[in-house]
């Protein structure tokens, strides 16, 4: 009976993909890294969220961009990229941030300006904004890939959305899913 408990529990464990493991492993190191961009991070309450981006607004470093969205451009290489983001909050706290990313002069005939293009772009810019473990690709059934990376409480996901888009999340993986807030 013993035996096969412990022959059960190695095929469970076996059968973890590399990026469950490297989740566990970096949820157990019990490491934080909440920031964002801009001197945004996640745990900010609402009205400091308000306030950083009125101050970069002020700065021209963020502009209004759809909905509620902030706008924010950043250059990788020639290319400009227009980030529309928003956070989601657990208790008045940000625990995660919605982005659309997509490169300003888009154009459907332009395949250097594609969406997995952009999500090259975008892993190489995150890399640098947040150095740590690499980006693993991820199947997400079908043609869908998506990228992530895991340091301590933060994830960063990153995929093609449609034609010229892609979609980042940068979340606080000790936040659930149920304790989103609408």
């Known amino acids: 009976m013993r035996q096969s408990f412990f022959l059960m529990v190695c095929l469970f464990v076996s059968c973890k993909t590399d990026y469950q493991r490297l989740e566990e492993n970096e949820l157990r190191s019990g490491k934080r890294f909440d920031d964002f961009i801009e001197g945004l991070h996640l745990g900010m309450t609402r009205q400091e969220y308000f306030d950083q981006c009125l101050q970069k607004n002020h700065d021209g470093v963020f502009t209004n961009g759809l909905g509620n969205r902030v706008q924010y451009k950043i250059a990788s290489g020639l ?36 969406s997995d293009n952009l999500v090259e772009d975008l892993k190489s810019i995150c890399m640098q904004w947040y150095s740590g473990n690499d980006f693993l690709k991820v199947d997400g059934g079908g043609d869908r890939t998506a990228w992530v990376k895991v340091d301590g409480n933060r994830r960063v996901t990153i995929w093609a959305s449609e034609d010229g888009l892609a979609k980042v999340m940068v979340r606080d993986l000790t936040v659930s899913h149920d304790q989103r807030e609408e």
């Open 79 to 114: 290319k400009e990229i227009n980030l529309l983001f928003e956070p989601d909050y657990h208790d008045e706290h940000i625990f995660q941030f919605d982005i659309q990313a997509n490169y300003v002069a888009w154009s459907p005939w332009n395949a250097q300006l594609s």
